[in-house]
């Protein structure tokens, strides 16, 4: 275990050269810190705190380095869909701004290595009223700017663009409010201004048009989700499933007992995940068969879900109850592999997974600790367990994908210094 207050050691080592800092990847002649640890992670956290700091845990180092410096205090932080970059949500609090930042983990494929870099906040900066909905599909990402009285705007960009600075494309609309836009390839379904259909947004070099609006009603529409051909939306009524057939799309609606406010979904996952408002219903949503079943994802009597997640490999679906207890099962047929007691209160707690092994980390922001979770073997490891002296807001994990570093051959890791810039371009 780790504490911040090791960061004065920490700030001295990170003068050295970063080939010294930081260890190549899965190269036994070079032990990481941390006996025991057969293999590297490829992975670091990215944490925040309310004094406008965000603070880079090294998984295969086992060590904090040294905190970066963020314009404001974060709101809520989310991973890029290429996993390098955490995107920073910034929410106006008396003379802070609405806008977003980008942290730059520094770990990504760079031809047949990876590259190895210290940590920076990207040279992007992105303004807009009420930064809201964030969705990530393939390797497209989309952020969802509630808007003030007269105006929302959506977002679109990758990793390859934040690496050259810039987003992909953006688009106003003269309505505002609490919506969501689904990245599609070509395309991009976003909610109406009374939160009751689904328009489709073609993509047209930097902006979009409108292409259509689909007819089938989603009344108060909120959350979405997507799998390879389906997105869906939850609705008063239930939920709103969108085909794509290339550049066509068709709506239907599917009919739950209770409001749906959340969605999740995986490419290699044939059903949907419904979250029902009030947090105890979950139900599983299949668009090819047009049905709902209820999942029974709880071992235990009243207790209400907080959180929840699909591994990386979209097989487990993951749900934190408030009583810090984790309910695993798998998605192929939601059977119950095992409960877990991991926090003292899933309450406000943050639950990320890795994409490159079966870890999940939990944090639990009143205890100013991350506990670690083997979800293959539903067990905790302890002697993973980091250990903060800081007020933790948000939790984000980036890195290298497991079948990223299996596609490298040779395998060869590249360190780099890399410096910070603190001119930002601004996207308005």
Request: proline share 5%.
């Amino acid at each position: 275990m780790i504490s911040a207050s090791d960061f004065l050691r920490l700030l001295a080592l990170i003068t050295l050269p970063a080939g010294l800092l930081l260890s190549g990847c899965g190269n036994d002649s070079n032990p990481r810190p941390g006996a025991g640890h057969d293999h590297a992670h490829h992975g670091r956290l990215i944490l925040a705190d309310n004094n406008a700091h965000a603070y880079v845990y090294d998984l295969d180092q086992r060590a904090l380095l040294a905190p970066l410096h963020l314009d404001y205090p974060a709101h809520s932080l989310h991973t890029s869909p290429g996993k390098r970059f955490v995107v920073i949500t910034q929410r106006a609090t008396g003379a802070n701004p609405n806008q977003i930042q980008f942290i730059d983990a520094g770990l990504f494929v760079h031809g047949d290595h990876i590259d190895v870099l210290e940590p920076s906040v990207a040279n992007l900066t992105l303004s807009g009223e009420a930064p809201a909905h964030y969705r990530a599909v393939g390797n497209q990402a989309t952020l969802f700017f509630d808007g003030a009285s007269a105006s929302q705007r959506f977002v679109l960009f990758t990793d390859s663009s934040l690496a050259a600075g810039n987003i992909v494309a953006a688009e106003s609309t003269p309505a505002a409010h609490h919506g969501i836009a689904e990245p599609r390839g070509e395309y991009v379904l976003v909610s109406t201004a009374d939160r009751e259909r689904v328009a489709v947004f073609g993509l047209h070099h930097d902006h979009f048009h409108l292409e259509e609006t689909l007819p089938e009603p989603c009344p108060n529409l909120h959350g979405g989700a997507s799998l390879e051909n389906h997105a869906a939306f939850g609705c008063d009524d239930g939920v709103l499933l969108v085909h794509q057939d290339g550049g066509a799309f068709t709506a239907s609606k599917i009919i739950t007992p209770l409001r749906i406010t959340q969605l999740a979904g995986h490419p290699a996952m044939n059903e949907f995940v419904a979250f029902a408002a009030g947090n105890q219903a979950i139900y599983a949503v299949d668009p090819i068969s047009g049905t709902v079943e209820e999942i029974d994802w709880s071992a235990s009597t009243g207790t209400a879900h907080t959180r929840h997640l699909i591994d990386a490999t979209g097989a487990h679906l993951l749900v934190l109850d408030d009583a810090g207890t984790v309910h695993i099962l798998t998605t192929d047929d939601w059977s119950h592999q095992g409960s877990i007691a991991v926090l003292q209160n899933g309450t406000g707690a943050h639950m990320v997974a890795s994409a490159s092994d079966a870890r999940a980390y939990l944090l639990e922001p009143a205890e100013q600790i991350v506990r670690v979770l083997d979800i293959t073997q539903r067990t905790l490891l302890d002697d993973d367990q980091i250990t903060l002296d800081f007020s933790p807001v948000g939790l984000a994990w980036a890195g290298i994908s497991g079948a990223a570093a299996e596609a490298l051959s040779p395998h060869r890791d590249h360190d780099h210094q890399h410096g910070h810039q603190h001119d930002h371009q601004h996207s308005r």
